[in-house]
């Protein structure tokens, strides 16, 4: 049954899917129209999000506790390169306990290769050339708060991504040294994390890509977070990062990689998980798990990160800042309208610092008047791909919303 759009809940969720809100922690409670929680379907009187308490993290939004998830904030997402201590955290189970020399661990690769191995991380850093990049992780589910009626998972914002420094080896150097046969199609990779319930004789999540995406020059086996040894909570002592696509293929406390004949069917890679309808399904129905496809690269998406969703300016001068990123792909343009997009002028836009990092834009804007402002980002990369004005293409498990993002500013003076 198609559900009308004027119910109070679809009411609330409009302001939802909009994307109006960020989070509590932001200055938007001071502006009169209610807290940011409230704007995003809270409760009226609903605090903020629980913020993280971890040694060497700041204080992002915790979205689960077990296992935990945390978004950052998208004023927290304001520098350049993302440092450690800001970078978003996504668990499906528990984090291993792992003790004892980083440099022994071993990471099996068998399957289909001529010479299945055992390579401890000392010959991973010894054996291969190391390699430094600027990577995009961005989780599949990013974006999910913004779909209308709600979809399952965690209610990420924009904050389930970021995009700090990676060294480590080329996943391709590893796989070549191996010997792929001519059956390689896929990869399947596994982690040491036990599961929510604490069995560790089973995979928490085991995802894969095709060969041709593992193979790439960006795709590495990563020992190195912003040049300081990789910390436990990201994935020590190594872990993939495949940037680009949903995150859940970038495995953490990375021990196997069983190469594959066939696409990969580890727990994560069937039914709606990472899934996406080939045809589009009524928002908020069941949806048909024989009609659904991979989700490979990720959605054009952009985030201003100054100034923050509730910022009351003393000037009608404003400097914005944010990061835009899409997937495989580059960014062409980011567009900016104050508005609510009956018009647009262009960002500056910078280039990446390589591929698959993100690109900075900025915009210098004079506000005509005093009082209340929404302004709005909205980027297109380079197929032409925009993003919607609401999240689209509702899916059961909720990936790939990246409606346009909008900040709510008062100028009073
Ligand atoms: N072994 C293992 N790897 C994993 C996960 C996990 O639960 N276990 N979560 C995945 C998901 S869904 C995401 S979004 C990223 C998050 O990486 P981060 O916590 O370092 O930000 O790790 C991926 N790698
Ligand atoms: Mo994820």
């Not at 060294?167 to 590893?174: E, K």
Request: charged letters at 20%.
């Amino acid at each position: 049954m198609l559900r009308s759009g004027t119910s109070k809940a679809s009411r609330r969720n409009v302001l939802k899917g909009v994307g109006m809100a960020t989070v509590g922690a932001s200055l938007g409670a001071s502006l009169p129209m209610g807290s940011a929680a409230q704007a995003q379907g809270a409760p009226a009187g609903a605090k903020g999000p629980k913020l993280l308490e971890m040694d060497g993290k700041a204080k992002l939004a915790v979205l689960g506790d077990k296992p935990l998830v945390a978004e950052t904030q998208a004023e927290l997402l304001d520098n350049n390169v993302t440092p450690t201590n800001k970078l978003f955290i996504r668990n499906n189970g528990q984090v291993p306990d792992i003790t004892g020399d980083p440099k022994a661990w071993k990471v099996k690769i068998d399957g289909e290769v001529n010479t299945p191995m055992e390579i401890t991380v000392g010959d991973l850093m010894t054996k291969f050339p190391a390699v430094t990049y600027q990577l995009m992780l961005e989780c599949g589910g990013n974006g999910r708060s913004f779909f209308s009626p709600e979809a399952r998972g965690n209610q990420w914002t924009n904050g389930g991504a970021g995009c700090p420094m990676w060294t480590g080896v080329r996943l391709a150097d590893v796989l070549k040294a191996a010997g792929l046969k001519p059956s390689a199609v896929y990869t399947g990779a596994y982690g040491a994390d036990p599961t929510l319930a604490g069995e560790t004789d089973k995979p928490t999540i085991s995802r894969g890509v095709p060969i041709a995406k593992a193979m790439e020059e960006h795709s590495l086996i990563a020992f190195k977070l912003n040049g300081q040894d990789l910390p436990l909570i990201h994935g020590a002592p190594v872990r993939l990062v495949i940037p680009g696509w949903p995150a859940s293929v970038s495995t953490k406390w990375l021990n196997r990689i069983w190469v594959r004949d066939k696409e990969h069917d580890g727990p994560g890679m069937g039914g709606f998980s990472y899934r996406v309808p080939k045809t589009p399904i009524v928002p908020g129905s069941k949806g048909n798990d024989k009609d659904m496809a991979i989700l490979e690269s990720m959605p054009v998406r952009s985030v201003i990160t100054f100034p923050a969703d509730g910022t009351r300016l003393t000037s009608r001068k404003l400097d914005l800042r944010g990061h835009a990123w899409a997937g495989d792909f580059d960014i062409k343009t980011v567009d900016i309208s104050i508005d609510y997009g009956v018009t647009w002028k262009p960002a500056k836009v910078d280039a990446p610092a390589n591929k698959y990092a993100w690109q900075n834009f900025s915009a210098s804007i004079e506000l005509p008047t005093t009082g209340y402002y929404e302004v709005w980002a909205k980027a297109t990369d380079s197929k032409g791909v925009t993003q919607p004005f609401q999240a689209a293409n509702w899916n059961p498990q909720g990936y790939g919303a990246n409606p346009i993002n909008r900040i709510r500013l008062l100028v009073e003076s």
